[in-house]
């Protein structure tokens, strides 16, 4: 006898429905006036019953036509996959999961670049009551071994042979690793073939014992220092996150226009800001394609194939756009043409954003006219490497300033600035709509708070914060929450309207000898965005005073030598080069203008190697791995103090 499936998890105003009425946060101020807490209610009512494996099956029963996903041909056209097409394919897969034995909780990991596939398996292993633990594909072996051994992932699916060469080269040390499979050989068409014989109704039965206080996936943190920790979050943090996000952002997952709604994941599922966006998109029922390559060539093919409406992105991604179009501009003769465009866009944004607020009356008529002729020539561009349609970017990752903010606002497209970590389930602030404070990263998500302890570190709390660390003794996880609050180990501040900025990392903080106290993030995130420069890292801890140590970003490198003839010239020789310092020079000085003299930087070395993950630099979410670069540049960094 069959078992009914549970009750449907969809939103309760899943169909058309108007913008949410925007309530500033609620806040409270200490004794000297100032804001040190803010809370925003939640937008969702929080769900009492099923999983995120439920939600295919809802989308099936209630708009089996509508296009849910999009899949990439080998023609280079996109094929939709409609919402009872995917419950299909989730339903097969779970059979097979079941067939191979695997009870409920078991864990299985997954190790690929985004991919539908990887989506499919996600959905198909909650279906089977599993829990999935995301690998960065670009692990080392130290690392793969850690997050298999420490989760007891029972299976691994990995992308291709390189990842299964990993993997297979740790399996004696893996006792627990019973599968391997390798998704590009049709390992999902083997276990749909194995589950052929199981029964519909075993799906069910495994749906139906799943609650949103089950834990949903294991996910690593990317470890900038030590070893990853397992963060375990249920389906229920997963439920606040995208139920309220999908409520607050309106325009972005509910489309408002005659365009539906759709987006391009690029970002790797293997990390939560990804991951999210997906279980909101199949929540949502907002249309999501895949992008498993970010080389720029590839990543503007796909872009420009798919159409989005919307984007999520780190800002590195939004500099490159704008770095590339400044150089396109260059190369053409227009440089002096696209700075006057940007200097217009950032005005226009920011005029747009003190109407909002009530403070300006909003773009004047020649700014609006001026606007309007830089449109076809620079800001269609823009918007045209996007894929012709975006109108929306949720950015988050890091803070992207002030200066892009406005830039993009003015040329047409909204940024969405959020704030979050893995054990927030990914955002827990967000620039709310038709209300932008533009260099913050917004108001706390519907449903969460925000507190400034007397330290300055910023403490979280709500549906979607996790409980603990997974404990692999144990089997569970050991909570951590403090009274429900979450400390962040982040910096930052609230102003008196309640919107949060991050000022940097609390273990960052930089003692200059002096005793000056130097947060290097705000230092770091101005240089990055100059196109000449990849990665920055600030150093002067116990030293008298502030130095930099600087890399070169290849695309803007290559664009440098190509206008000043120097396509030859090694890069050992170009990190020495004079011309090419004055120019960094003067990006440091803008850098030193936005701080005291205590602060700046006195000196920079620039390096003829880069920070990579690879080389072991930066985190897979790139990340300073600060220990390891100041360990090897230690010479480099005793030269700068010996001038």
Known sequence: MSTPPAPSTSPANAGPAALPVLVPPLTLRDAAGRVR????????????????????????????ADAVLSRK???????????????DEVRAVAKGLIAEGFQPGARIAIMSRTTYEWTLLDFAAWAAALVTVPVYPTSSAYQVRWILQDSGAQACAVEGKEQARIVSQERKELGGLAHLWQLDTGALGRLKAAGAGVPDAAVDERRALLSPDNAATLIYTSGTTGRPKGCVLTHGNFFAEVDNAIELLHPVF?????????????????HVFG???AVGCLRARVRLGHAPSIRTEDLLEDLAGFKPSF?????????????TGRATAEKMGRASSFDRAAGIAQRYGQAVEAAEHGTGPGPGRALRMARALYDPLVYRRIRAALGGHVRYVICGGSPLGRRLASFYAGAGIEIFEGYGLTETTAAHTVTPPLKPRLGTVG?????????IADDGEVMLRGGQVFHGYWDARRGASVPVLDDGWFATGDLGAL????????????????????GKNVVPAPLEDWLRAHPLVGQCMVVGDNRSFITALITLDEDGLAHWRQMKKKRGVPIRELSHDPELLET??????????SVSRAESIRRFTVLPVGFTEENGRLTPSLKLKRDVVARDFAAEIEEMYRK
Request: net charge negative.
């Open 37 to 64: 807490e803010a809370s925003v209610p939640a937008f969702a009512p929080p769900v009492r019953h099923g999983s995120l494996a439920d939600i295919p099956f809802d989308n099936a029963r209630e708009a089996p």
């Open 73 to 87: 041909q080998e023609d280079g056209g996109w094929r939709d996959v409609t919402a009872r097409e995917f419950a």
């Open 254 to 270: 509910k489309s408002v226009s005659r365009y539906p709604a759709s987006t391009l994941l690029f970002l790797p599922l293997s």
């Open 275 to 277: 991951r999210m966006v």
């Open 311 to 323: 984007l999520l992105a780190i800002p590195y991604v939004l500099e490159k756009v704008f770095n």
């Open 443 to 451: 108001w706390p998500l519907p449903g969460g708070a925000v507190r």
């Open 495 to 514: 102003d008196d309207d309640g919107y949060l900025t991050i000022t940097g990392r609390k273990k960052d903080i930089i003692i200059t000898s002096g």
């Open 584 to 593: 960094i020079q003067h990006a440091v000085d803008e850098a030193n203008s």
